[in-house]
């Protein structure tokens, strides 16, 4: 789809045939990564007067940028009854579609298929073997059929069978050099510029910020202290379990291709509460999968706000969500009015999109 051409809320502009429903649920169930999140960094210094609302330049003036303000001026604010000291001013975020883009596909479910084409030259079976003659051939309506079985053995040969140091090398040299084929630009660089900005200012006001994603951990880790300033000791993902072996010479981590934790909806609130160990009073989302995430925080004693960003800017990113295949907004869509959750519109709030791009 060209750059400046629209398209109606609802559906993902600019893309191909979509990934199908069943293979993005699935590949954001296994978590296509590894490892598990850890506990809270210290508490931040001393507490620092709210910055100005300025310092959120890509946010265009309106009720979002307002509700965001309003409540870290209240939490900030001795005087205020809604102050907070700083070791409960903690934030959760969900990474695809909210920090960064999820359009045509998730981008780690893309790494995983990346991954298999540059391995074929070195399995000639693959070629009459599915599922990786599909991928290899880029047979769309094939991976349309995809389910568990297939994204398993996927999943066996591009994030399992390694150790942990080679996996992130792997990530890493993948995150650096492949590009988006509708923006052509590394995929590490369709980050929100507004969402960074906004993890920045949370931090100059005392907020913990994490990470709380359907993605995989460890690929997520692999960025998320460049592209965001969150370390990943604060980055909480869906993950495959791992094995500790060793021999006489060293020990070492091997990720197997076995489910371990599934962050998405529900499993939301539980690595929350298993990673994190305290009720956060910030949470952003942007899908149905971020629900329940949403409503744990904010219905918690004291202020809370949840935020929804709603994917409805077709010529700068993709207007997209009730009939969606990834990032699907539908329930979320619906009750936000009433649970209070301001709905964040990339339209109208974000005066620019991407983390590289001109104003």
């Known amino acids: 789809m060209a750059m400046g051409s629209r398209q109606p809320a609802g559906k993902a502009a600019g893309t191909t045939r979509p990934a199908p ?8 169930a296994l978590a296509v990564a590894v490892g598990a999140g850890c506990g809270p960094t210290a508490d931040a210094g001393p507490s620092e007067p709210p910055q100005q609302a300025s310092s959120l330049e890509s946010w265009n003036e309106g009720p979002a940028k ?18 907070r000291p700083e070791a409960e001013r903690i ?6 579609g909210t920090l960064w ?14 991954q298999v084409r540059e391995m074929a030259p070195e399995h000639p079976e693959w070629v009459t073997e599915e599922p990786f003659a599909s991928v290899i051939r880029d047979d769309q309506e094939a991976l349309a059929g995809f389910g568990l079985p297939e994204l398993m053995q996927i999943l066996a040969v591009s994030h399992a069978g390694m150790t942990k140091e080679a996996f992130d090398a792997r990530a890493r040299e993948w995150q650096q050099t492949a590009r988006h084929p509708r923006f052509d630009r590394l995929y590490s660089s369709l980050t929100y510029r507004p969402m960074v900005e906004l993890l920045e200012y949370l931090r100059a006001n005392g907020f913990q910020t ?3 994603s359907g993605g995989g951990v460890d690929f997520l880790r692999n960025f998320s202290e460049e592209a965001y300033g969150i370390p990943p000791e604060q980055v ?3 993950s495959l379990k791992s094995e500790y072996r060793s021999d006489a010479s060293s020990p070492w981590i091997v990720k197997v291709p076995e489910l371990g934790s599934v962050d998405d909806k529900a499993g939301k609130p539980v690595n929350i509460d298993l990673h994190i160990g305290r009720r956060p009073i910030l949470a952003f989302g ?6 329940e995430m949403l409503e744990y925080i904010t219905t918690g004693d004291g202020a809370r706000l949840g935020l929804i960003l709603h994917h409805d800017d077709a010529d700068r990113e993709w207007a997209y969500d009730r009939d969606s295949h990834v990032g699907r ?12 959750w301001v709905l964040v519109s990339m339209a109208r709030d974000f005066s620019v999109v991407f983390s590289e791009q001109q104003r």
């Not at 934030?91 to 695809?96: E, G, I, L, Q, R």
């Not at 942007?286 to 629900?291: A, K, M, V």
Request: aromatic letters at 12%.
């Open 21 to 28: 429903r069943t293979l993005l649920r699935a590949a954001a």
């Open 66 to 83: 307002a509700a965001i303000v309003d409540f870290v001026g209240r939490i900030t604010d001795p005087s205020s009854a809604d102050f």
């Open 91 to 96: 934030a959760v975020f969900d990474n695809d």
């Open 101 to 114: 883009a999820e359009q045509p596909m998730y981008f780690q479910l893309i790494y995983a298929l990346d």
């Open 210 to 212: 994490w990470i709380v």
């Open 236 to 238: 909480v993902g869906s």
């Open 286 to 291: 942007n899908s149905d999968g971020d629900f």
């Open 329 to 340: 907004l539908d329930r979320g869509l619906d009750e936000a009015a009433a649970r209070g």
